[in-house]
């Protein structure tokens, strides 16, 4: 996977379970988890050996609903311009 920097953009490729979460609305306390493909930003990253990623997670209307701490291969990396690998 390639290495993520802050402010890009992701999805969630597992579910991520409500006690790894940090949920802002009071009406999302109930949530079980959040769902895969859900589109977060990169926040920090964290490395001690192998990087993990501060992800917000925000509505259309940039409201962020909830936060999570993630690993490598529980996000994916979204482009909005073609690149191709080298």
């Not at 802002?24 to 990087?51: F, K, N």
């Amino acid at each position: 996977m390639p290495t993520l920097t802050k402010l890009d953009t992701v999805a969630n490729t597992k579910p991520i379970a409500r006690d790894r979460l940090t949920l802002v609305e009071p009406e999302l306390q109930a949530i079980p988890y959040l769902p895969v493909g859900q589109v977060g930003t990169v926040l920090e990253i964290y490395d001690d050996g192998q990087p993990q990623y501060l992800i917000e997670f925000a509505d259309l209307g940039g409201r962020e609903y909830a936060m999570a701490v993630l690993q490598p291969d529980e996000v994916l990396a979204l482009h909005y311009e073609l690149t191709l690998a080298s």
